[in-house]
Every structure is written in C-alpha cells, then in structure tokens.
C-alpha cells in the first residue's frame, strides 16, 4: 500500500488543491470526469459483446473449413502512419459437424493489409457446435480478440476507475469542509 500511496496524491494534499481552485474549475474538472467515465462505459459496452462472443468462439468453439461467399472491402481513411484503412466484411459458408450447412458474415475494422480473397476460396471458420449459427471467420480473428482483451480492462479501469476515484476524493474533501 505504501508504493500505491507515493503513487498517488494524499487526501489532504486533494484537500489543499480543491480549497485554492475555483469552484468553477472544479465544476469544469468535475464534469470533464463524467464525461471521460460515461464514454469510456459507452466504449466498454459497444466493443464487450463482440469480445465475449468471439472470443468465446476462438477458444471454446468448434473450427471448421469455410468457403468464402463473397467480400466486400471499403477504404475508411488512413492509420497514423498514412497507411491506409480498410472495412473488410466476409460472407461465408460451411458444414458443422453434424452436418448441417450455415452461412455467416464478419466484418472486420482497421484492415492495414487487405487479404486476397475471392469467392470460393477456403477460410477458417469457429462456431458454437451448440448453435451453428453462432459463427465466425478466422481472419484477424485472434489479433482482434486478444487487443480487445488488453484494452477493454485497461478503459475501464482508467477511463472509469479513475474518474470514480477522483468522484471519491471530492466528496470526502467536501464533507471535511461542512
């Protein structure tokens, strides 16, 4: 705890910032923090459920040889270093192990390297043997799932945590003050 402590500023060093700050500062910070917490939750929210789905289906789900459908590529802009961006969505179709005959699609976002796929051309598919529709294609497949992993716990732990914390040094520092 005494690491953590030197790490971050004391109660009373808060107390000391918060009683030389304008109110109208502190207000301003204040609502910055919302803000910062509400759209790091947003964030969490929208990319969870494909972490949870996909990477269900990466580690638990059942592989399968898929035929590529049909794909459609679009140019979103540029990465930072100037390379450009691409939408890459994949329509498929393959045969669960029972037999049964299911078709699926996967887009994928921030495409650096297009991949060279035509109709007909054999693509790597999971899906849950419980519901075959369930299902996705194996491109970026791990890369996209694994910074997922990494990133979501990081957002909310700093884009959530951190504002709550702060929300929790203002209000014991206001009722030090009444």
């Not at 917490?37 to 929208?46: E, K, P, R």
């Not at 789905?53 to 930072?80: I, M, N, P, Q």
């Not at 887009?107 to 796929?117: A, E, H, I």
């Amino acid at each position: 705890m005494s690491h953590l402590h030197r790490l971050l500023i004391t109660q009373s060093q808060f107390d000391t910032w918060a009683n030389s700050t304008k109110s109208r500062s502190l207000y301003a910070f204040g609502a910055a923090m919302v803000l910062l917490a509400l759209c790091c939750a947003a964030a969490v929210a929208i990319m969870g459920p494909r972490l949870v789905r996909e990477g269900s289906l990466l580690w638990f789900g059942t592989r399968a040889e898929g035929t590529v459908r049909h794909t459609k590529l679009e140019d979103v802009g540029k990465f930072k270093d100037g390379a450009p961006k691409y939408r890459l969505r994949i329509d498929y179709r393959f045969v669960a192990a029972n037999g049964s005959r299911h078709e699926g699609s996967t887009t994928r976002t921030d495409v650096r390297t297009p991949p060279d796929l035509s109709a007909g051309d054999a693509i790597g598919v999971y899906y849950s043997s419980a519901n075959p529709t369930n299902s996705v294609a194996e491109h970026n497949l791990r890369i996209d799932v694994y910074a997922l992993a990494l990133f979501l716990p990081f957002l909310g732990l700093m884009g959530i945590g951190w504002p709550m914390f702060w929300a929790w040094r203002v209000s014991r520092w206001r009722r030090a003050a009444s």
